[in-house]
């Protein structure tokens, strides 16, 4: 059995663009891909992704995708054993290395997928969609309820955020302060980068970061999936008076499971299997209410 997270968001059109149907969406991509395989792989910059239309959806159906980040030639792994060493993987011209993940787009507004050690994010099926059909989707973060109350409580006293950004034209909407700080930061040919701004451990104790500077970064905990790949804010904690952090990457709004795996592909779940239990969780939230009580940007500027 692998263990997986089933990772939850909330879609939404982008604005000033057409709206976002998923099942018509998936039907176009699945007429074009029969029509031409190679439209099912997108490449810029080094990095590769391709999607497979699992269903279309329609109804009150999710549309259903696989998402596969893969290695090029100066990227892939090589195997190793004790008595040779280190040798190529045989694979052929045509193939690649490559780590999955499984999406359900559901008409009312959600999505979800199971995430891995390995697993790429959705945000490569929104960047996939635009380069690819010039479709426009965001996909913003669903966190537990319990990660906004201790936010809430450190408003204020924020000592330090430590950061992990991907290059913001892989993101849907633009960005502002970080798009314009990233060449800066970054230069113009990485394509991911971490930082950490904040007060510095040595620093003085009752000193915080900037209300202006904090406003901005928690709108990009709540607004910035696509760009946002890591987030650790850390404060003093007003009702405890205590040091607390809270890691946006881990406080996700998510459903643990195990899956049954491929026996010709230990390492890979079984595509019914996987589908079902993410179906499975949207409805048992769903059903007790969970969405409801757990937002992203409303919950995070709450008064």
């Given at each position: 059995?692998?263990?997986?997270?089933?990772?939850?968001?909330?879609?939404?059109?982008?604005?000033?663009?057409?709206?976002?149907?998923?099942?018509?969406?998936?039907?176009?991509?699945?007429?074009?891909?029969?029509?031409?395989?190679?439209?099912?792989?997108?490449?810029?910059?080094?990095?590769?992704?391709a999607?497979?239309?699992?269903?279309?959806?329609?109804?009150?159906?999710?549309?259903?995708?696989?998402?596969?980040?893969?290695?090029?030639?100066?990227?892939?792994?090589?195997?190793?054993?004790?008595?040779?060493?280190?040798?190529?993987?045989?694979?052929?011209?045509?193939e690649?290395?490559?780590?999955?993940?499984?999406?359900?787009?559901?008409?009312?507004?959600?999505c979800?997928?199971?995430?891995?050690?390995?697993?790429?994010?959705?945000?490569?099926?929104?960047?996939?969609?635009?380069?690819?059909?010039?479709?426009?989707?965001?996909?913003?973060?669903?966190?537990?309820?319990?990660?906004?109350?201790?936010?809430?409580?450190?408003?204020g006293?924020?000592?330090?955020?430590?950061?992990?950004?991907?290059?913001?034209?892989?993101?849907?909407?633009?960005?502002?302060?970080?798009?314009?700080?990233?060449?800066?930061?970054?230069?113009?040919?990485?394509?991911?980068?971490?930082?950490?701004?904040?007060?510095?451990?040595?620093?003085?104790?009752?000193?915080?970061?900037?209300?202006?500077?904090?406003?901005e970064?928690?709108?990009?905990?709540?607004?910035?999936?696509?760009?946002?790949?890591?987030?650790?804010?850390?404060?003093?904690?007003?009702?405890?008076?205590?040091?607390?952090?809270?890691?946006?990457l881990t406080?996700?709004?998510?459903?643990?499971v195990?899956?049954?795996?491929?026996?010709?592909?230990?390492?890979?779940?079984?595509?019914?299997?996987?589908?079902?239990?993410?179906?499975?969780?949207?409805?048992?939230?769903?059903?007790?209410?969970?969405?409801?009580?757990?937002?992203?940007?409303?919950?995070?500027?709450?008064?």
């Amino acid at each position: 059995m692998l263990k997986r997270k089933l990772v939850f968001y909330r879609w939404a059109s982008v604005a000033s663009r057409n709206t976002f149907e998923p099942s018509v969406v998936a039907e176009r991509l699945a007429q074009e891909i029969a029509a031409d395989r190679e439209y099912q792989m997108v490449e810029k910059d080094g990095v590769i992704t391709a999607v497979e239309v699992v269903d279309a959806g329609g109804g009150r159906e999710p549309a259903k995708f696989r998402v596969l980040s893969l290695r090029g030639v100066e990227d892939r792994p090589f195997k190793w054993d004790p008595n040779s060493s280190i040798g190529p993987l045989s694979l052929l011209a045509d193939e690649y290395p490559a780590d999955a993940t499984h999406v359900s787009i559901w008409p009312d507004g959600y999505c979800a997928h199971d995430m891995g050690r390995y697993s790429p994010r959705v945000s490569r099926l929104s960047f996939f969609l635009r380069q690819r059909m010039l479709e426009y989707v965001q996909f913003d973060p669903l966190y537990n309820e319990d990660a906004f109350r201790r936010l809430e409580e450190m408003k204020g006293q924020f000592r330090s955020f430590d950061l992990a950004m991907t290059k913001p034209e892989y993101a849907t909407r633009d960005r502002g302060t970080f798009g314009r700080l990233w060449p800066a930061v970054a230069g113009e040919e990485l394509p991911s980068v971490r930082v950490t701004l904040g007060m510095g451990r040595y620093g003085p104790k009752d000193r915080f970061i900037d209300q202006d500077l904090e406003d901005e970064l928690l709108e990009l905990a709540a607004n910035a999936s696509d760009l946002l790949t890591g987030m650790v804010v850390r404060g003093r904690n007003r009702r405890t008076n205590r040091a607390d952090q809270v890691n946006l990457l881990t406080e996700r709004l998510a459903a643990e499971v195990e899956l049954p795996h491929r026996t010709d592909i230990p390492s890979a779940p079984r595509v019914d299997s996987v589908f079902f239990e993410l179906d499975q969780a949207y409805k048992d939230f769903r059903q007790r209410g969970v969405f409801e009580a757990t937002s992203t940007a409303e919950l995070m500027h709450k008064e």
